[in-house]
């Protein structure tokens, strides 16, 4: 069913950054981009956190205030620029004083709290590299990360330190300093608290010459198989950040600017922090969990005018208006200082965007991009029409094109070439053309996977795409195995390696089964060793052994025993054709399954 | 439905979602969400189960009220005295 495009307003309340699309994308070049921000002072090279923070002390705003930290019992603390600026000059004191020097990395295990504002860019500002991780990993993926990484320093919480680190922190011996946000109930070895280094720090901090090569921050993300990848970017990166922001998300100086993702997942690092920052507009940090009263409080009482948030997210506030027969909870709320709304993690139905229209008075706009990709390439913008649907079109200095697939799924490589197509509306590979700043720089320590991830050119992104005959983007699936949950990539090889540790099981294959709210949920299909039979109670007990040692983000939601899991001639298991089973779609080529022909 | 119904109800759909929950460890005023670790998804399966077990309608404005084994179970009697009398919602 095609959906009617959205047209704009000829004349919005505030003139789009990007309003005839064709001219800004002639107009446009990263040089120009990167002109548009400071540079260290005297040739100092190009540091993020001097670009998100310090450039507007010297521009004169360092009244204007940067962040509204809204605690989880509701309580609201301003922080200033200038506030900012002597936070994180004293966070990058600390690291200096602990020993912690240029491209070591500084590990985030925290919420949305000031306290992550100053660690991520005191740690930018010292030159060392930031490597967020999400509180809902489980203590498996949050030590496998750790190692990884080879973190230095760990920020978190007491809390989530005993839960997850504190028993095998003799796992990880290149973990020097692990510093403790909040209170502390009782003293732990090895640990430290960060309100007291905090206190006995110097204000005063240069930030040193940081080469815009350097390498800034680290991101993992997860691939069909082996261990989780870490996307290394460096500082560079904040030229498309910044540019990025002022073309999908629309940031003018004045706005008042709230995303709703996890500082674990690379959204909440790019947009959630350094772009706003960047742009100098006042960002809106809500650390309590999702609940719809509090979201239309927040947009309300904080008077958020840019607003970007996640499809999952959407859908649940779909469900309470649609409970209602009526869209009556948004009404009770002042939603007037809100402009413009974005959306990204896995595509945004085309009833969602209309959903926003009719319940929040504004269509959203949905855009695409990956924790490789550093920056928003794909995207619906504020002064251009909606196709509801749509991952929407290149931002200027990106250029994307579908590629012809191979019998795998994946680009179709002969020779070293690969094939683009040009028809409108075929469906292939996603790619990009490399050569935007925030693109990543490498896989840390994993060359062949970094080399594997492009081709003739081109950067592979493994999701399945259209493009229609007037340039716009849809998005189809994934090429590979990775499942797309609730806007986070999970990699069925982690959930499977847990599950395999359980005595009862003896293979496991982990698919996305589609879900309504959450596009897609984790799903486990196991085989049992001989000596264990299925039951409701080994489902119960698989379903909590995996969450113990996952966490919630990742730990499948569902399982079921099946003793004869399609395979491979050379055993593995096959997840599309557990897939297809799942959906009752055609199994397709079978013809390397074991015990075929 | 009275009291214990009622906390047993709540029980046994977050043990749903996290199925090793300890209880014994899980004060009744303490707040299961952090205690637990449940996301947004898991609190939504969480209330999808008690609405399944009740038919009672529960909807974002009560979800203030789900936060402890206390309150939650408070909630369940009260929103079913609530409706006693009235016909079983569809």
């Known amino acids: ?597 | 439905m009275n009291r214990t119904e009622a906390l047993e109800i709540v029980k046994d759909s977050i043990a749903r979602i996290v199925p090793d929950a300890d209880f014994t460890r899980l004060g009744p005023d303490e707040k299961f969400r952090d205690a637990l670790e449940m996301d947004s998804l898991d609190f939504l399966g969480f209330v999808e189960t008690l609405i399944e077990r009740t038919g009672l309608a529960i909807d974002e404005n009560d979800y203030p009220a789900l936060t402890t084994l206390s309150e939650s179970a408070d909630f369940l009697v009260t929103r079913a005295a609530g409706r006693a009398g009235q016909p079983p919602s569809p």
């Open chain 1, 1 to 597: 069913m095609a959906w009617e495009r959205i047209r704009k307003d000829t004349n919005p309340r505030v003139a789009p950054n990007l309003a005839d699309y064709a001219q800004a994308r002639r107009a446009f070049s990263w040089q120009r981009a990167r002109a548009e921000l400071s540079g260290l002072p005297g040739r100092g090279g190009l540091n993020i956190a001097y670009e998100a923070v310090d450039r507007h002390i010297a521009a004169g705003n360092g009244r204007h205030t940067a962040l509204r930290c809204i605690a989880r019992d509701g309580t609201v603390t301003g922080v200033s620029y200038a506030g900012l600026a002597l936070d994180t000059a004293r966070f990058a004191n600390i690291l200096r004083s602990l020993g912690v020097n240029r491209g070591d990395r500084v590990f985030t295990l925290l919420g949305r709290c000031p306290e992550l504002y100053t660690t991520v860019l005191g740690t930018l500002k010292n030159t060392s590299v930031l490597c967020p991780l999400f509180s809902a990993f489980g203590p498996d993926p949050v030590r496998q990360r750790l190692r990884l990484g080879n973190a230095r320093v760990l920020v978190t919480t007491e809390a989530l330190y005993r839960r997850k680190v504190a028993d095998r922190r003799d796992q990880l011996p290149e973990l020097e300093h692990v510093l403790f946000v909040g209170p502390v109930t009782e003293p732990l070895p090895d640990t430290v608290s960060f309100a007291e280094l905090m206190q006995a720090a110097s204000d005063d901090f240069t930030i040193p010459p940081t080469d815009p090569q350097d390498m800034a921050l680290l991101h993992f993300t997860s691939g069909t198989t082996g261990t989780p990848k870490g996307a290394v970017h460096v500082h560079e990166a904040v030229v498309a950040h910044h540019a990025t922001a002022a073309f999908a998300l629309d940031l003018h100086p004045e706005d008042i600017y709230w995303c709703t993702a996890d500082p674990g997942w690379v959204t909440g690092m790019s947009y959630g922090v350094i772009a706003p920052l960047t742009h100098g507009v006042t960002v809106v940090v809500d650390e309590g969990d999702y609940d719809a009263r509090r979201w239309y409080q927040i947009l309300a009482e904080e008077r958020v005018s840019v607003w970007y948030t996640a499809p999952t997210a959407v859908r649940m506030l779909m469900r309470g208006t649609a409970r209602h027969a009526s869209t009556d909870l948004p009404q009770e709320y002042d939603l007037s200082a809100l402009r413009f709304i974005a959306s990204v993690g896995e595509p945004l139905n085309p009833e969602a965007v209309l959903w926003g229209q009719e319940a929040l008075g504004l269509p959203i706009h949905d855009n695409w991009w990956q924790t490789e990709t550093g920056c928003i390439m794909i995207a619906n913008f504020a002064g251009t029409e909606i196709r509801p649907g749509a991952m929407g079109r290149p931002l200027p200095g990106v250029e994307a094109a579908v590629l012809e697939r191979g019998e795998d799924g994946r680009a179709l490589v002969t020779g070293g070439r690969v094939t683009v197509l040009h028809h409108p509306d075929a469906e292939g590979e996603l790619a990009l053309r490399p050569g935007w700043p925030s693109m990543f720089r490498g896989y840390l320590h994993d060359k062949v996977r970094y080399d594997a991830a492009f081709a003739d050119g081109w950067y592979l992104t493994g999701d399945v795409a259209r493009q229609d005959a007037d340039g716009w983007f849809w998005f189809v699936g994934r090429a590979d195995d990775v499942i797309k949950s609730a806007g986070h990539l999970i990699g069925p090889f982690e959930v499977e390696s847990a599950l395999m540790e359980h005595p009862a099981v003896a293979e496991a294959g982990v698919i996305g089964r589609p879900d309504p709210v959450a596009g897609a949920i984790v799903k486990a299909f196991v085989s049992l060793k001989p000596g264990h039979d299925p039951s409701e109670a080994l489902e119960r007990e698989l379903l909590a052994f995996s969450r113990r040692r996952l966490g919630p983000a990742v730990a499948p939601r569902e399982i079921a025993f099946d003793q004869n899991l399609p395979k491979t001639r050379s055993g593995k298991v096959m997840r599309r054709l557990l897939r297809a089973r799942e959906l009752g779609l055609p199994e397709g080529d079978i013809s390397t399954l074991e015990g075929s022909a």
